[in-house]
Protein backbone atom coordinates (compact mmCIF):
# COMPACT_ATOMS: atom_id res chain seq x y z
CA UNK A 1 0.00 0.00 0.00
CA UNK A 2 0.67 3.47 -0.29
CA UNK A 3 1.86 5.61 2.91
CA UNK A 4 0.23 9.38 3.10
CA UNK A 5 2.21 11.80 5.31
CA UNK A 6 -1.65 13.44 5.30
CA UNK A 7 -3.89 11.74 7.12
CA UNK A 8 -7.04 9.98 5.41
CA UNK A 9 -9.59 12.05 7.15
CA UNK A 10 -7.82 15.32 6.69
CA UNK A 11 -7.45 14.62 2.97
CA UNK A 12 -11.64 14.00 3.07
CA UNK A 13 -11.88 16.80 4.92
CA UNK A 14 -9.96 19.00 2.12
CA UNK A 15 -11.41 17.20 -1.20
CA UNK A 16 -14.97 18.09 0.70
CA UNK A 17 -13.93 21.62 1.09
CA UNK A 18 -12.98 22.51 -2.47
CA UNK A 19 -16.26 20.50 -4.15
CA UNK A 20 -18.32 23.15 -1.99
CA UNK A 21 -16.21 25.71 -3.91
CA UNK A 22 -16.15 24.17 -6.95
CA UNK A 23 -18.82 25.61 -10.16
CA UNK A 24 -21.47 22.93 -10.63
CA UNK A 25 -19.91 22.53 -14.05
CA UNK A 26 -16.54 22.02 -12.76
CA UNK A 27 -18.18 18.76 -10.84
CA UNK A 28 -19.01 15.29 -12.82
CA UNK A 29 -22.29 17.05 -13.47
CA UNK A 30 -22.42 16.72 -17.66
CA UNK A 31 -22.62 20.67 -17.84
CA UNK A 32 -18.83 21.17 -18.71
CA UNK A 33 -15.33 20.05 -19.93
CA UNK A 34 -15.76 16.83 -22.02
CA UNK A 35 -19.62 16.86 -22.11
CA UNK A 36 -20.25 20.21 -23.29
CA UNK A 37 -17.97 19.66 -26.31
CA UNK A 38 -20.08 18.61 -30.03
CA UNK A 39 -18.60 15.40 -29.39
CA UNK A 40 -20.05 15.08 -25.79
CA UNK A 41 -23.23 16.47 -26.27
CA UNK A 42 -23.70 14.13 -29.65
CA UNK A 43 -23.49 10.86 -27.18
CA UNK A 44 -25.74 12.36 -24.53
CA UNK A 45 -28.17 12.47 -27.33
CA UNK A 46 -27.50 9.21 -28.27
CA UNK A 47 -27.43 7.80 -24.86
CA UNK A 48 -30.39 9.50 -23.27
CA UNK A 49 -32.23 10.40 -26.49
CA UNK A 50 -32.54 14.24 -25.04
CA UNK A 51 -31.49 17.39 -26.63
CA UNK A 52 -28.74 19.48 -24.69
CA UNK A 53 -29.93 22.33 -22.86
CA UNK A 54 -28.46 25.98 -24.29
Known amino acids: GVESR ?3 DEVI ?3 YQ ?3 GLSPTL ?3 AQGGLAA ?5 AWKKMLWH ?3 KE
Open 6 to 8: VPC
Open 13 to 15: EAM
Open 18 to 20: IGL
Open 27 to 29: KET
Open 37 to 41: TPTGM
Open 50 to 52: TEP
